[in-house]
């Protein structure tokens, strides 16, 4: 074999191995980007699908409370809420049961105990107070209703103005010497009646210190005392002159002839 013919096969030998060498080196980065393609691609569909629950879960209506759950309140008032001109719902935030609970009407008498028989209004709990009041030819306004509620030690407390007419929601409160009202009116704003039930307390109390300095200073009677009565004495009859004289004469002592004798005699 000559030169020549070594050579053109040296160089068929490099050919081939580096013609063998690319195709591996091809084929291994062929692999690696698709494996990194699928990655990517699951990574894609895995966020797609975490953004579509939270876009729902931000769309969902939020409701405060389900019917379901708003029927299995106890009630104050009227059982059914949808049959009611209002309903509302209050919390005993008063930290004592209350045990009695009735509504008034501009200057009216007090409803009967509107509590159900043997269900005190417990501490921290959530009712639907349901109430139907018409009068004809008026119109409701707020403030036209009072509250009087009764603790279950007997204390009693009004809440002037109750807003039954403009209140969603409300919690009773309840202070030394009032009771007073934090509510979500139908516009969504929280009020609250605090201070307006503290100056009420504040008037009434000037009122009766009014009365009472009054009463203090106004003259007082002293008592009469008993005492015996005075006797007078008896009035004399007067004394005519005929009577008078013979008294006179009656008390001179009498001389008898006897004693003119014997005076003579001597």
């Not at 409370?65 to 809420?81: H, R």
């Not at 921290?124 to 030690?153: A, K, P, Q, Y």
């Amino acid at each position: 074999m000559n030169i020549k013919a070594l050579a053109a096969l040296a160089a068929a030998a490099v050919m081939a191995a580096s013609l063998s060498a690319c195709g591996k080196k091809t084929g291994d980065k062929d692999k690696t980007s698709s494996k990194a393609e699928s990655s990517a691609v699951e990574k894609d569909a895995e966020s797609t699908v975490e953004e579509d629950s939270a876009a729902e879960s931000s769309e969902a209506p939020t409701e405060s409370k389900p019917e379901e759950e708003e029927e299995k309140l106890n009630y104050i008032g009227e059982k059914d809420a949808k049959k009611a001109d209002y309903s509302v719902e209050l919390t005993n935030g008063t930290e004592h049961e209350i045990i009695g609970f009735a509504i008034n009407y501009g200057d009216g008498e007090y409803s009967e105990n509107l509590i159900p028989s043997g269900e005190d209004f417990e501490i921290d709990e959530v009712r639907r107070f349901n109430w139907s009041h018409t009068v004809s030819g008026d119109v409701m306004m707020l403030g036209d209703f009072n509250v009087e509620i009764t603790l279950e030690d007997g204390n009693r407390f009004e809440l002037h103005g109750f807003p039954l007419t403009d209140m969603l929601s409300g919690e009773i409160r309840l202070m030394d010497e009032y009771a007073f009202l934090v509510y979500t009116n139908k516009i969504g704003d929280v009020k609250d009646t605090m201070k307006k039930e503290a100056d009420i307390v504040e008037a009434e109390k000037e009122k009766e210190e009014a009365k009472t300095s009054t009463t203090t200073e106004a003259p007082i009677p002293e008592p009469e005392t008993e005492t015996e009565p005075v006797t007078e004495p008896e009035p004399q009859p007067e004394l005519q002159p005929d009577s008078q004289a013979e008294n006179s004469q009656a008390e001179q002592p009498q001389v008898t002839d006897q004693q003119i004798v014997e005076e003579q005699t001597w």
